[in-house]
């Protein structure tokens, strides 16, 4: 049985790390839809069919027990299409985690930094309404984020000063008071807190939804007793084969490529 985890770059990398430790008895498909990066930059129409006819092929080769889509971008916008058109898989999305951001605050200022796409999502200005309409919610759509967080995966190095300019948005101060929440709502930056917390004018909570979407994911299937082999870890490049740094880094995450 094989869990199907979906993002269109490296970015979902941080939801298998953590779905592999809570499903260990899977064989975990990861599929990265490269030759569309970036998801941010696609009208929202073409985008929408693109990933449906994309999941019509996986879903026939794979044929996975349940789909993680570890991108807020693709969740946001395609998710309820993918389950109308396809009702007999199962699919775990990906949304900003504005909720737990709204209950966490002090200050009530937060920050949600995403992709433009995100940003531009009804869905995402539904989640603020529903769940943090006494917060003041800054929305930041960074341009450049992912692209240098998949940079500094594939060869440990990133402009700092880049990183600064994407961030800065994020941090409000108002009546005294300042933002100190900032949600990561793309998995490609959780690869880069480290940087952000360095670069950041004051500290913050940042927000990485990555073990929570895995944990819904083993929520929805059966555990099952350790079988005495399990297939091996696969990555899947809609782009063909990846380049040799990239190789790499699937490698030490554990994927045959």
């Known amino acids: 049985m094989s869990v199907l985890v979906f993002d269109s770059g490296i970015g979902g990398l941080t939801v298998l790390r953590e779905a592999r430790v809570l499903m260990p008895d899977r064989q975990f498909i990861y599929v990265a839809d490269d030759a569309a990066f970036p998801y941010g930059d696609w009208e ?17 080769t794979w044929k996975p027990e349940i789909i ?5 971008t693709a969740s946001t916008l395609a998710i309820e299409r993918l389950r109308e058109v396809y009702p007999d898989e199962m699919f775990v999305g990906t949304v900003p985690a504005i909720k737990p951001a709204a209950e966490r605050t002090r200050s009530g200022l937060v920050s949600v930094l995403a992709t433009p796409g995100t ?26 984020l992912a692209q240098l ?12 000063e880049a990183v600064l300019a994407e961030i800065l948005p994020c941090f409000q101060e108002k009546d005294g008071k300042r933002t100190d929440i900032i949600v990561l709502a793309c998995t490609h930056y959780p690869f880069l807190v480290n940087r952000m917390r360095k670069m950041a004018p004051w500290p913050v909570d940042w927000i990485d939804t ?8 083993a929520s929805l299937i059966e555990a099952r007793a350790l079988p005495e082999t399990i297939k091996d870890d696969v990555a899947v490049f809609t782009g063909g084969k990846p380049d040799g740094l990239t190789a790499k880094l699937l490698r030490g995450f554990g994927l045959a490529v």
């Open 149 to 160: 967080a998949e940079t500094y995966m594939r060869g440990g190095f990133v402009d700092e």
């Open 44 to 60: 929202e129409t073409a985008l929408l069919d693109h990933m449906t006819e994309l999941f019509g092929r996986l879903i026939k």
């Open 68 to 72: 993680v889509i570890a991108c807020n």
């Open 119 to 144: 940003v531009r999502r009804q869905y995402t200005r539904d989640l603020i309404s529903d769940w943090a309409s006494k917060c003041e919610v800054t929305l930041v759509g960074s341009v450049k």
């Open 210 to 217: 990555s073990e929570a979407i895995a944990r819904r994911a």
